[in-house]
C-alpha cells in the first residue's frame, strides 16, 4: 500500500504525484495543510523531522525527500518506466533532477512565499505569524521564511531567485531546441521534476517570463496535454488557494518584471 503525506500547492509533492499517474499506481493520500502549519505536528515530525511535504510510506516504510521518492517508486513498480535505460541519459536525466533539488527548489520557495503564501501567513496576528516560523527546525529557512513573510520582495535572496528562473528557462529552451524532451526522445523523470516549477510560474502568472522561448513553450504544451498533468497538477489544489495564487501572482508580476529588467 502506497500512502502520500502532501498538499495541493506543494511543487515536491506535484512531482511524486505526477511519477504515481504516469506509473498508474494506486495510493492514499494525508492531506496537511502547510500554510496553517500542520507540517509541524509531533507525529508528522517523526515521519519527516524536516517537517516539510511529500513523505510517501510503502507497506510501513518511510521514505523522504521526493527525488528520492519519485526513483524509488520507478524501482520498486513496474510500468512506463521513468529513468532511461542507457548510461549517458540517466546521467542526464539526473543532471536535471540534481539541479532541481540544488537550486530549482531553493529559489522557487521565495518566489512563492513572496508573490502568495506571505499574504495568507500574515492574515495572522503578529503573535501567531511568529510562532509559525519558530516552529521551522531548520534554522537557515527560519531565517529566509521570516525574510520573506515580513520584507516581501526586499527580502535578500528574492532578487537572486527571480534571475535564477530567468536563466534557468534560457537554459532550458535551449536544450529542447534539439531534443523533445529534456534527456532525449522519450519523457523520463527530468521532465516530470521540472513541471510542477514551469507550472507554478505559470499559475503566479509569470508566463511572460519563457513568452520568447518557443522550444521551451512547445515542451511545457507537450507536459500539459499529458493524462498525468491535470490530477497531478491541480486535483488537489483547493480552488480557494489556486485562485489566490492567481490573483495574487498577478499582483506580484510588476515587482518581478522590475527585478528581471534591472539584471546587472
Ligand atoms: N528537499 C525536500 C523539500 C521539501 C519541501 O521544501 N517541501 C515544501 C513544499 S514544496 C514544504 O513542505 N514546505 C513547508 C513550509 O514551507 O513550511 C524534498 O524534495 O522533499
Given at each position: 500500500m502506497l500512502e502520500l503525506y502532501h498538499h495541493g500547492s506543494s511543487v515536491c509533492a506535484a512531482k511524486v504525484r505526477l511519477i504515481l499517474a504516469e506509473k498508474n499506481l494506486e495510493w492514499t493520500?494525508?492531506?496537511?495543510?502547510?500554510?496553517?502549519?500542520?507540517?509541524?505536528?509531533p507525529d508528522y515530525l517523526k515521519l519527516n523531522p524536516k517537517a516539510v511535504v511529500p513523505t510517501l510510506i510503502h507497506d510501513g516504510e518511510v521514505i523522504t525527500e521526493s527525488t528520492i521518492i519519485c526513483e524509488y517508486l520507478d524501482d520498486a513498480f513496474t510500468g512506463h518506466p521513468l529513468k532511461p535505460a542507457e548510461a549517458l541519459?540517466?546521467?542526464?536525466?539526473?543532471?536535471?533532477?540534481?539541479?532541481?533539488?540544488?537550486?530549482?527548489?531553493?529559489a522557487v520557495r521565495p518566489?512563492?512565499?513572496?508573490?502568495?503564501?506571505?499574504?495568507?501567513?500574515l492574515k495572522r496576528s503578529q503573535a501567531e505569524v511568529e510562532e509559525h516560523i519558530e516552529r521551522d527546525p531548520d534554522p537557515m529557512w527560519r531565517e529566509r521564511k521570516r525574510g520573506w513573510i515580513f520584507d516581501g520582495f526586499d527580502a535578500p535572496d528574492v532578487r537572486q531567485a527571480v534571475l535564477f528562473f530567468d536563466h534557468l528557462l534560457k537554459r532550458m529552451d535551449a536544450i529542447l531546441a534539439s531534443h523533445e524532451w529534456l534527456t532525449g526522445n522519450?519523457?523520463?523523470m527530468a521532465d516530470s521534476a521540472?513541471?510542477?516549477?514551469?507550472?507554478?510560474l505559470d499559475m503566479l502568472g509569470f508566463a511572460d517570463m519563457w513568452s520568447?522561448?518557443?522550444?521551451?513553450?512547445?515542451?511545457f504544451d507537450q507536459v500539459r496535454n499529458r493524462p498525468?498533468?491535470?490530477?497531478?497538477?491541480?486535483?488537489?489544489?483547493?480552488?480557494?488557494l489556486r485562485n489566490d495564487m492567481r490573483s495574487r501572482g498577478r499582483q506580484a508580476w510588476p515587482e518581478v518584471k522590475k527585478l528581471l529588467d534591472n539584471k546587472t
Open positions: 493520500g494525508h492531506y496537511l495543510d502547510i500554510l496553517a502549519g500542520e507540517q509541524f505536528n541519459p540517466r546521467a542526464r536525466m539526473r543532471y536535471w533532477t540534481k539541479l532541481v533539488d540544488e537550486e530549482v527548489h531553493p518566489v512563492t512565499y513572496v508573490s502568495t503564501h506571505r499574504h495568507t501567513i522519450t519523457y523520463t521540472l513541471t510542477p516549477y514551469v507550472n507554478r520568447p522561448h518557443h522550444h521551451l513553450r512547445r515542451w498525468s498533468f491535470e490530477p497531478a497538477l491541480f486535483q488537489y489544489l483547493p480552488e480557494d
